[in-house]
């Protein structure tokens, strides 16, 4: 009988127990690693940038007479709203004056040129979008001149590929009132109101040219009564008259600056304006009403006193046979003078549109009372 080996008192499993075992503690083993590494935070990928939008060059809007009233308004207003999508190019004769060296600081390019020199438009109008072509008859009173400063700015918008303009314009009171009617004098043997009736022809050269235009026709300066000397002044008893040669009739009339903002409006709705008609006012006001706002501002008394045209042609001020016809004109065709301006889209240009009575508040430190 053979003898027992040492240390083989255990008894061994059979190999088919001895690697289930194995199986059981590989699967154990890798629950354990399975659990240990939920617990570790899965690394994540890196985040991609989104690739940046660039944004659209603006449109560069050239801005005649961009010191004065109007493209005043027009320069502000683009320059007020840095997210519209356009840029000021302010013309000017004198690029060094304060208003132009102001205009600059706001962020507007300026730029020399001179409505009498055609060329010189035709620089500043070079790739520019929109170009706000305004004319300057108060200036030298010619209604001549002023047709050839409408005539070079339509040439200089063709020639530089302007693809949206804005006229500012006046109707031809000569449709009202015909040369031949003497109720009206006639001035200068061709007018009955120079600056309007120019405007209102210089609209054929924009026209006739072909240029993408919009005729923007605007109303009185309600500013007229700070600088054109219309304000209130001493009576011979010392009480405030605003003298105008208006009856009971309504004027349509306009704080000078919203003439602009209303241009910008229609810049910013685009090329559906072409080829359109936009009459713009800020309020309908008779001169009593205009009396009564501004003696509220003001807060002193003002009368309205009603003179005839034929009275207020004498007046002697320079252009006061002129106004005198305007005037009368208003009188007797106020309707069409008010059906022509819509006050609801007016708004809708320019939503900050100012009132008769806004503007007064507004301005009644620089309304002249002497």
């Known amino acids: 009988m053979a003898a027992k080996k040492r240390g083989s008192t255990r008894k061994r499993k059979p190999a088919a127990k001895r690697a289930t075992a194995k199986a059981k503690s590989k699967r154990a083993s890798s629950a354990k690693k399975k659990r240990g590494a939920a617990k570790k935070p899965a690394r994540r990928a890196p985040a991609q940038r989104k690739p940046t939008a660039r944004r659209a060059p603006a449109r560069i809007i050239a801005v ?24 000021v190019r302010a013309i000017t004769r004198h690029p060094d004056s304060p208003a132009a060296r102001e205009l600059a600081r706001l962020g507007a390019e300026v730029v020399a040129a001179d409505v009498t020199d055609r060329a010189s438009l035709e620089r500043a109008f070079a790739g520019a979008h929109g170009a706000y072509c305004v004319s300057f008859f108060w200036a030298h009173m010619s209604p001549e001149r002023e047709k050839a400063e409408a005539s070079a700015m339509a040439q200089a918008a063709k020639r530089a590929g302007v693809a949206h303009v804005i006229w500012s314009t006046l109707e031809d009171t000569r449709q009202f009132v015909p040369l031949g009617d003497n109720r009206v004098p006639t001035l200068l043997g061709h007018y009955k109101v120079p600056h309007f009736d120019a405007k209102a022809e210089a609209d054929a050269y924009f026209a006739t040219l072909g240029v993408p235009t919009t005729y923007l026709i605007t109303s009185f300066y309600w500013d007229n009564f700070i600088h054109f000397g219309m304000g209130p002044k001493p009576g011979a008893d010392g009480v405030l008259d605003l003298v105008l040669p208006m009856a ?45 706002s501004l003696g509220k501002a003001l807060g002193k008394s003002i009368r309205y006193v009603a003179v005839p045209p034929d009275v207020y042609r004498t007046f002697g001020f320079p252009g006061a ?23 609801r889209e007016t708004r809708a240009l320019n939503p900050a549109l100012l009132t008769f009575d806004a503007w007064a508040r507004k301005h009644k430190a620089e309304i002249p009372t002497a």
């Open 248 to 292: 009971t009739a309504k004027l349509c009339g306009i704080a000078a600056e919203d003439i602009g903002k209303c241009a910008y409006g229609i810049f910013t709705r685009g090329t559906p304006s072409v080829g359109r008609r936009v009459g713009i006012a800020g309020g309908f006001l008779t001169g009593a009403e205009m009396a009564a």
């Open 321 to 343: 046979d002129e106004l005198g016809n305007m005037f009368q004109i208003d009188v007797e065709f106020q309707d069409r003078f008010m059906a022509v301006r819509d006050l």
């Open 64 to 87: 005649v007479g961009a010191t004065g009233s109007q493209g005043g308004g027009l320069a502000r207003a683009i320059l007020a709203d840095p997210k519209g999508g356009f840029a």
